[in-house]
């Protein structure tokens, strides 16, 4: 059944624990459908009505269906009090220490996260909402001697791993629910309340994204007449050479530009004002998905030697002609931002773009990234 579920990456201590007990759950409810489904079918088949001619009034004289019930009810008692209690104890009442947690802030707007570090002091600087505006969305008083060392950033969430981690959420308009689900993490921010939400994170981005890595292969190679041919029926394709224009010799699309409607409209605009004709277009099968927020997963060179891409270079549309050129045909991709922060509650028109980039790190890197950010403080 876990395998069957699919569950993302786990990259949280409390995560197994609540990834079994929704494997329990998921085969309770397995077990009752069949149960109840077979049930059902036999009541149907036992009582239809060329069995029953005539009605029998006297009802059920078995009391096999009360055991089954109360069987039922004992297995949601186990459940609940050695399952579902314990987990939500743990999660509600056994709260770290603060001196030995990760304290930060996030505070939910449409449509941002915006993240506050109490600095080296460890303290949380005074905010007033008369100081909110574009620029200081948390309305932080830099006057308060609390508020000189702490650190804020928008949709970006650093912190270290194997280390229990506090954020007190929050909301400054409407609901929205921070989610974290590689972390098992899930809490709604509403306005006027802090919620404080803890976990330990076990793995970092950097192992996350190598466990997510997978193999892309670029597909066939085909060469289209653009008068004759449709390129709307070709939006997973890139050109792999420029398209000249015949009569100025100008290029009018780039080698590496994905083959989308407004291609078409740029040659369609080319030929109307300069009456030009094109030559055939050759054109390589490539996923959208291989090149939307993905960078490469291994170096890739060119039969020269030189390098073409580096691991954890962005993949790029212009860079998929010079790897089919060097015979390289499969490409090893990772998620460029693995760990995210999304908001999982509709919370607005732009409710798809509140999306934010959390990193975990070592130690030793999360300290330099906060000493980074620090100096970037006026004295």
Known sequence: MFDFLSFPVVASAHGPEIDGMTTVMHWAMFTLFVGWGTLFVFILMRFRRSKNPKADYLGLRSHASNYVEGAVAVFEVIVLVGLAFPLWAKRVNAFPSEKEATLVRVVGEQFNWNVHYPGADGVFGRTEISLVTAENPLGLDRSDPNAKDDITTINQLHLPVNRPVIVRLSSKDVIHSFSLPFFRVKQDAIPGD??????????????????????????????????????????????LNDIINQKDGSVVIAKGTRVLPYVKEQLSQAVTESGAEFNSMKLIEVPLAMTLEKVAGQAYSAKDGSVLVNKGDMLTDAIVPALHENGITEVVVQLASPTEIACAQLCGLGHYRMRGTMIVETQEEYDAWLKTEASYLQP
């Not at 193999?215 to 939006?235: A, C, N, Q």
């Open 194 to 239: 802090v919620f404080p939400v803890w976990f330990v994170p076990t793995k970092t981005t950097t192992e996350i994204r190598e466990m997510l890595k997978y193999t892309y292969k670029m597909g066939k190679t085909v060469e289209l007449d653009y008068k004759t041919s449709d390129l709307l029926d070709y939006l997973d394709y890139v050109t």
